[in-house]
């Protein structure tokens, strides 16, 4: 008995040193947020099919933000039961995608899996109040797990969800410069200066890519195919779905349409886990428009417009961006922290390749 009581100890003991004392929720937080751009950031680099001159110089501009003060905010301290495995995920996943692998199919349920408790753990913790942590920190909209609540054995938050308040176009933009702030934090400034080089590297076929790119942690399966670099607007997903959508015969049609909705309320809460009840019955409303207008369209109708009912269907708003706006998406995506590594990694296949190994 003792023996087995001392080896659950040792146990214990092993599992703290692994990965040393838990980690403040603002900087697992922080690691969350840099695993979905840094992911996006490898998809996007290997969508462009860079020259070695390109990759040199622009691992030459990561670097420069990175020494700004943009470091990868990757620890080994421990984290939320969930986010750790979030985290063993994300890791394998980018191990594979520096490496210019294909995910496997058999992966990328393992992905959405994570991709999911990611989620459903920040929009549990969303408090939408600014008194809910200092300037500069994640607590302002993310409350962080109560040690002494359990909910079904696992940690409840200090404050229910809210919501942003008023979800207004302006609080928005708040998030998203909050975000902004959050991964590039003193380097910003740096980010910003240089964007208009980073932009002028790459060719305009490469720069049109770039401005059609969005986060995404699986890249398409025709890389090969410009515009699939990223999320172009007619995915090989969206598009399957609703060719699926169009050939469900008309009997089986109302149980169909409410297991689509449901798929793709779920893809929704994912993208947008602070969306309120109210935005989410819009979105479903409006998903389900867009299923029975590609059900009604003739061949040669949903051929002329399947690229405007995929962007549709997606939900991603489409806004005419300044120069100045696009030139910083480029730096935003090309050089986030630790993308030098990423060019390191673009570098090492180009002379393999040259040296036709």
């Known amino acids: ?25 603002d900087d697992q937080l922080r690691e969350m947020g840099y695993w979905i751009v840094h992911l996006s950031t490898i998809n996007a680099v290997n969508g462009l099919n860079l ?32 986010f750790m495995e979030v985290r063993k995920t994300y890791a394998e996943l980018r191990s594979l995608l520096l490496r210019g692998e294909d995910v496997p ?7 959405a899996k994570a991709r999911k ?50 979800n ?11 975000h902004v702030e959050g991964l590039y934090g003193k380097a910003l400034p740096t980010l910003k200066r240089v964007s208009s080089q980073t932009q002028a590297l790459l060719t305009d076929g ?6 059609k790119f969005a986060c995404c942690l699986i890249p398409p399966k025709g890389l090969s195919d410009p515009v699939r670099a990223g999320q ?3 995915s090989e997903g969206v598009l399957d779905l609703l060719k699926k959508v169009r050939a469900c015969p008309a009997s089986y049609w109302p ?10 309320a779920r893809g929704h809460q994912m993208k947008h886990p602070g969306a309120t009840e109210a935005e989410r019955k819009e979105r479903r409303d409006q998903v389900a428009a867009v299923l029975e207008k590609a059900r009604a369209a003739s061949d040669v109708e949903f051929e002329m417009n399947k690229e405007a009912l995929c962007t549709e269907l997606k939900g991603d708003p489409v806004r005419k961006a300044s120069d100045e706006q696009l030139a910083f998406k480029t730096a935003y995506f090309l050089l986030s922290p630790g993308s030098a590594d990423i060019y390191a990694a673009v570098l090492r296949r180009l002379a393999t390749q040259k040296a036709g190994l």
């Open 1 to 25: 008995m003792r023996r087995g009581i001392l080896a659950a100890v040792l146990g214990v003991a092993v599992s703290v040193s692994a990965f040393g004392a838990e980690m403040s929720w």
């Open 51 to 82: 020259s070695r001159e390109q990759a040199v110089k622009l691992q030459a501009l990561a670097k420069q933000v990175e020494s700004a003060g943009a470091k990868a905010p990757l620890q080994k301290g421990a984290m939320h039961p969930d």
């Open 168 to 178: 207004s176009a302006a609080a928005k933009q708040s998030a998203d410069y909050a």
């Open 206 to 211: 490469q720069r049109e890519i770039v401005n």
């Open 105 to 111: 199919a058999s992966f990328e349920p393992q992905v």
């Open 117 to 166: 408790l990611e989620t459903d753990l920040l929009a549990a913790s969303l408090a939408g109040s600014p008194a809910a942590g200092p300037s500069g920190s994640c607590q302002r909209c993310h409350a962080a797990p109560s040690k002494a609540a359990k909910a079904g054995g696992r940690e409840s938050f200090r404050v229910p969800l809210m919501g942003m308040q008023a």
């Open 232 to 234: 172009a607007a007619v």
């Open 255 to 264: 149980t169909a349409k409410e297991g689509v909705l449901q798929l793709l």
